[in-house]
């Protein structure tokens, strides 16, 4: 334990996800040698995004204005909706440049263990996209764990009767990975979800 200020910038920096005690306490040490003029310029940075960013009206992804820049974007295909759990997701999409249609985050996925059902996810919002019909397509891109799972299959019930293509992700095996490193779900995916050789 250290003196006042410092345990309480590593007690605070050890909330943060992913940041364990001894991360906490490096990035602490890291902060007081740092120069002044950097400390301030983060602490300016964090309390500017808290002022400023904001989620979208529309796919709730994060945006400076009531609307995030892909909802804005008229070249984007309004016919297909691509839903994720978290914004982090839109990014991670956004980077294969495979997608140019729009988004719906829904902010976490079913979990009953954590206490999260569909009622804290944003799925009314999303309903509420679908019923003007210009969505012809849903691509259900949650992640492939329990959570994940169990979220796409309450979504594909849900959207079923709106007679819309509903669509998921491939997944399977990783370019580059063993056999006999792939646990039995992962290779039956595999299995399942495998193409013609051209």
């Known amino acids: ?69 892909i909802c804005r974007d008229a070249r984007r295909d309004p016919s297909v909706l691509c839903v994720v759990e978290e914004y982090k997701d839109v990014v991670a999409i956004e980077r294969t440049r495979e997608f140019r249609g729009r988004y719906h985050v829904l902010g976490g996925a079913i979990s009953p263990i954590d206490g999260i059902g569909p009622e804290q996810l944003h799925i009314r919002e999303l309903l509420t996209r679908l019923g003007d019909g210009t969505v012809t397509e849903v691509i259900l891109a949650t992640d492939p764990n329990l959570e994940g799972e169990a979220t796409a299959t309450y979504l594909t019930r849900m959207l079923g009767p709106l007679g819309l293509r509903v669509t998921r992700l491939a997944s399977g095996l990783p370019v580059g990975g063993d056999l006999e490193y792939a646990d039995e779900v992962t290779l039956g995916r595999a299995f399942v979800g495998r193409q013609a050789a051209t």
């Open 1 to 69: 334990m250290y003196e006042g200020v410092v345990q309480d910038l590593i007690d605070e920096l050890g909330r943060l996800p992913g940041v364990g005690p001894k991360s906490a306490q490096r990035i602490a040490f890291h902060l007081l040698q740092a120069d002044p003029a950097d400390v301030r310029r983060l602490a300016e940075v964090l309390i500017e995004v808290k002022d400023k960013v904001k989620f979208c009206t529309i796919c709730f992804n994060v945006a400076e204005d009531d609307q995030c820049r």
